[in-house]
Structure formats: structure tokens, C-alpha cells
């Protein structure tokens, strides 16, 4: 049963950018489709001479639909060659700050699924570097970060500088907020799920620790051990 609920999650979990993708294309093409109704038939008698439209007789609503699908694959088309754009980028960003990151509604909702979609499918990771996991906020609990940069710092009770890992702590299941720490890399140990099953993990509330249970152990007997 365990195993069926986390395939479950990962699942739901994967889909959902798809799936509400699907549901805005859906609602989209609806509208469409109900003003070319609205339309066609105002149009079509000053182009097109009656005899040939009573012909058409049913074809008439099918190619309503066609068209209606033409023009939004049209559109995302266009969309995708403005927003690859140096100018339409720029647009892009400034909507996104401006309205989408600004609007509370629309932000909790555009935010994680941005940003899901952009570790899950698009395969960007921007500063994220690798996962660790290490002892935070206390001793005995451990929490999974992402590390962003990689620093040479004196700390105290140290000769020399010591690498220090500027590491994201994402929260759940919101992984789009958290808390940047900054400690030293003897402090961390790597975690082998990597950045994408990290992120199932977080998104899923701790629901998917089961599946990974072989490197979280590796890796907190690695930290227990370094630790001594």
C-alpha cells in the first residue's frame, strides 16, 4: 500500500503542471469556439455565397473547431518565438514581476508551478547546484538543501579559510520559499536522490521518504559518522 500511495504522489505530483495546463487550454478553447460560433455565421453570408454554406451543411461547426484550435497553437507559437526573445523576455519578466510574483492569488498558485515545471521539465536548475543534507535547525534533525555557491571564509577556531556552502532550505510543500544558510562543507553531506527527486520529496511533504529510504541512510549514517 505504501508503495502504491508514493507512486500515487510522484504522479500527482508530475502531472500537475500538465494537468492544469490542460484545464486553461481547455477553458480557452471553449471561449473560443463560442465566439467563432458567434461570428462565422455573421461572416460567411458576404464571403461565401448561400448555396455552398447550405452544402457545408455539419462541416460548418467542425471547421469552427479546427480553426479554433489552429489559432491557439498559433498563438502558443508565437508566444514561444516571442519569449525566446531577447525583447519578449524582457516583457516576460517584467509581467512576472509586476503582476504574476506581485498578486496574491495568482502568485501562491504561478510560483510553485513555475518552478516545479522548470526543475521537472524544462531541466533548468538555475543556481541549484547539488542536494545536501545536514543537521538544521538543531542538532538530531535533518533538513535537505540545495546548494547555490561554493565560498572560502574564516570561521572561527580555523587556521585557514573553510569552504563555506551557501545552501537553500526549501519549505514544504511550497519549495519556492525557505531559508538560506551559510555552513561550512564539512557540516553537509551529499544527498544521491539529486535535485529533481529532492524536489518530489519536499513537494510531497516527506510523503516519498520511503522510496528514497537506502540514500537517506547512506547519507545521515555518513553525517552521524562525521559528526564523531
Do not use: C, W
Not at 80 to 107: H, N
Amino acid at each position: 500500500m505504501k508503495g502504491l500511495r508514493n507512486y500515487f504522489i510522484t504522479g500527482l505530483i508530475t502531472l500537475l503542471p500538465l494537468g492544469l495546463t490542460i484545464i486553461v487550454l481547455v477553458y480557452v478553447f471553449q471561449k473560443l469556439d463560442a465566439l467563432l460560433s458567434k461570428l462565422v455565421p455573421l461572416i460567411t453570408p458576404a464571403l461565401i455565397p448561400p448555396s455552398i454554406i447550405e452544402k457545408a451543411g455539419g462541416l460548418i461547426p467542425i471547421g469552427i473547431k479546427v480553426a479554433a484550435v489552429l489559432i491557439i497553437v498559433g498563438l502558443i507559437t508565437l508566444f514561444g518565438f516571442l519569449a525566446s526573445q531577447v525583447v519578449g523576455r524582457r516583457i516576460l519578466d517584467f509581467l512576472e514581476r509586476r503582476i504574476f510574483f506581485k498578486i496574491p492569488l495568482i502568485s501562491t498558485i504561478y510560483r510553485p508551478i513555475k518552478e516545479i515545471n522548470n526543475v521537472l521539465f524544462t531541466g533548468k536548475k538555475y543556481v541549484f547546484k547539488r542536494v545536501v543534507i545536514m543537521e538544521y535547525p538543531r542538532r538530531g534533525v535533518y533538513s535537505i538543501g540545495f546548494v547555490t555557491a561554493e565560498t572560502l571564509l574564516e570561521t572561527p577556531g580555523e587556521d585557514s579559510p573553510q569552504k563555506v556552502l551557501s545552501v537553500f532550505i526549501p519549505t514544504t510543500p511550497n519549495p519556492t520559499s525557505g531559508y538560506l544558510t551559510l555552513i561550512a562543507e564539512k557540516e553537509t553531506t551529499p544527498l544521491s536522490i539529486g535535485i529533481q527527486k529532492a524536489f518530489q520529496l519536499i513537494i510531497s511533504g516527506g510523503a516519498l521518504a520511503p522510496s528514497y529510504k537506502d540514500e537517506l541512510n547512506k547519507s545521515m549514517r555518513t553525517q552521524i559518522h562525521a559528526d564523531k
